[in-house]
Every structure is written in structure tokens, then in C-alpha cells.
Nanobody, 124 residues
Framework: QVQLVESGGRLVQAGESLRLSCAAS????????MGWFRQAPGKEREFVAA????????SYTDSIEGRFTISRDNAKNTVYLQMNSLKPEDTAVYCC?????????????????WGQGTQVTVSS
């Protein structure tokens, strides 16, 4: 089992930055891919970014327009999501997820483990 705990979400003003963290514990770390997803009220869950744990290869959704950066610290078993130039439409619960098998990183069905999420609210 893998436990994922997110932190770092809070209320910010538009244009500000936040860094989210996702700490993994348990059966670590045979994860193949770590991803960040978000879900806004009344909307479906959306893929944000993913990173291949061993190589650091990253992928992003187009909608973040280069404002977000995913990274990982292997020694700390932690994945980060640096979010810059935040917009009100970035408001959502952000969850991290871990997959132990390869596959398309944007597919939520790929992921075996999920955190509880952290709330990010961006005011205009």
C-alpha cells in the first residue's frame, strides 16, 4: 500500500504562486508515474501534470499554459506542483496519485493510489 498526503493548498490572490506537496509513504517507491489532478465544483476531474518517477519525464495538460511545474524529490518520496500566475479558474481540489504500471499519464484509470486532496482557492 502507498499513502499519499497532499499539502500546500490555501486561498491566494490571482497572479500569486503556490507550491503543493505530495508526500508518499508505505510501499515506496515502486511507483512508475506520479500525477496531479484537480476537480473544481461541478466539474469533472481534470489531469494537470505527471512525472515519471525514475526518469523525471514530465507531461502537462495544455490548459495550464506553462504556468505549472511538476517535480520530485526521490530522497523525500515527495512530488511537488509549483503553480505560478494563478487564475480564479485554477480553483479546485488538487489530488496527487500514484501508478505502479506504465500507461498514459493523463488517464485517471491508470492510477492505483490517491491522496485526499488539498484545496486551492484563487480569488480575483
Amino acid at each position: 500500500q502507498v499513502q499519499l498526503v497532499e499539502s500546500g493548498g490555501r486561498l491566494v490572490q490571482a497572479g500569486e504562486s503556490l507550491r503543493l506537496s505530495c508526500a508518499a509513504s508505505g510501499r515506496t517507491f515502486s511507483a512508475y508515474t506520479m500525477g496531479w489532478f484537480r476537480q473544481a465544483p461541478g466539474k469533472e476531474r481534470e489531469f494537470v501534470a505527471a512525472i515519471r518517477w525514475s526518469t523525471g519525464y514530465t507531461s502537462y495538460t495544455d490548459s495550464i499554459e506553462g504556468r505549472f511545474t511538476i517535480s520530485r524529490d526521490n530522497a523525500k518520496n515527495t512530488v511537488y506542483l509549483q503553480m505560478n500566475s494563478l487564475k480564479p479558474e485554477d480553483t479546485a481540489v488538487y489530488c496527487c496519485a500514484a501508478s505502479v504500471v506504465p500507461g498514459h499519464p493523463a488517464a485517471a484509470s491508470l492510477y492505483d493510489y490517491w491522496g485526499q486532496g488539498t484545496q486551492v482557492t484563487v480569488s480575483s
